[in-house]
């Protein structure tokens, strides 16, 4: 029957198996497949600093970076933005993390950062991107390749 007095008896909520972290790794898995398999290489330029100014922002070679990471090829990836080759594992998480939850599944733990660490990051980018512009090396390393 599986009731009692009225009320169902089935298992508790907590036990029942969520789809919400399957589905968001469907989802990154099919954005690792997209990246993986069109080379933004020679594309057009999806920056619109870059587009109005000509000069790098700090995430220009990002969409060649997660190309490059996708199929494998880290020192080409570590050419393009090296910067955010080092905040993937982080921005991954979150984007796990968020999606997982917008989609009703578990609340897992994100970085919480203090107003410091915040302003030592934005510092980090500032100096990024004020450094790859400079036409000498090493600075050129910094520059998407």
């Known amino acids: 029957d599986g009731q009692a007095d009225g009320l169902a008896t089935g298992p508790p909520t907590s036990l029942r198996p969520c789809p919400a972290p399957s589905l968001t790794v469907l989802t990154l898995w099919g954005?690792?497949?997209a990246a993986g398999r069109i080379d933004p290489t020679g594309g057009p330029v999806?920056?619109?600093?870059?587009?109005?100014?000509?000069?790098?922002?700090?995430g220009c070679g990002s969409t060649r970076m997660l190309h490059?990471?996708?199929?494998?090829?880290?020192?080409?990836a570590i050419g393009d933005n090296p910067l955010a080759l080092?905040?993937?594992?982080?921005?991954?998480?979150?984007v796990f993390v968020g999606l997982t939850a917008w989609a009703g599944g578990p609340q897992w733990a994100q970085p919480r950062f203090r107003a410091n660490q915040v302003w030592a990051l934005a510092v980090v980018v500032g100096l990024f991107w004020m450094l790859r512009k400079i036409p000498m090396l090493p600075f050129t390393l910094l520059a998407p390749g």
């Open 31 to 33: 954005g690792w497949l």
């Open 46 to 58: 999806l920056c619109p600093f870059r587009a109005a100014t000509g000069l790098y922002c700090p």
């Open 68 to 76: 490059h990471v996708f199929t494998g090829r880290f020192d080409f």
């Open 86 to 94: 080092l905040m993937l594992p982080l921005t991954l998480w979150w």
